[in-house]
């Protein structure tokens, strides 16, 4: 059983940044590929960013250069650092657990609620 459980967002202005989290309860965490996923309102869920358990990451052409994703194996703990957000980065973040390095959300099995981001002036 895999469980995850977001953190961090919230409502910001354009240019600002902010740093997601998600913890992951599950045994054997470490082996796990995690990665960010956002829907925004009626739009389809895209995949954001996708690490694996070696490190490996990988961005959507949208959030390069601005998003960085990492984990902290020891505390089983995945981030998003997002910087220069704009308004078109809204949405409701959801990471998810697979074992499958890509951005298709068809892949990942285990997935979090999310945690609402809002960019505006």
């Known amino acids: 059983q895999v469980q995850l459980m977001e953190s961090g967002g919230g409502s910001v202005q354009p240019g600002e940044s902010l740093t997601l989290s998600c913890k992951v309860s599950?045994?054997?965490?470490?082996?796990?590929?995690l990665a960010w996923f956002r829907q925004a309102a009626g739009k389809e869920r895209e995949g954001v960013a996708v690490?694996?358990?070696?490190?490996?990451?990988r961005y959507a052409d949208s959030v390069k250069e601005r998003f960085s994703i990492s984990r902290d194996n020891a505390e089983n703990i995945l981030y998003l650092q997002m910087n220069r957000l704009k308004p078109e980065d809204t949405a409701m973040y959801l990471c998810?657990?697979?074992?499958?390095?890509?951005?298709?959300?068809?892949?990942?099995?285990?997935w979090g609620q999310g945690t609402p981001v809002t960019v505006s002036a």
């Open positions: 998810a657990a697979g074992s499958y390095f890509g951005l298709s959300d068809i892949s990942f099995g285990f």
């Open positions: 690490i694996d358990s070696d490190g490996q990451t």
């Open positions: 599950a045994y054997a965490a470490n082996t796990y590929t």
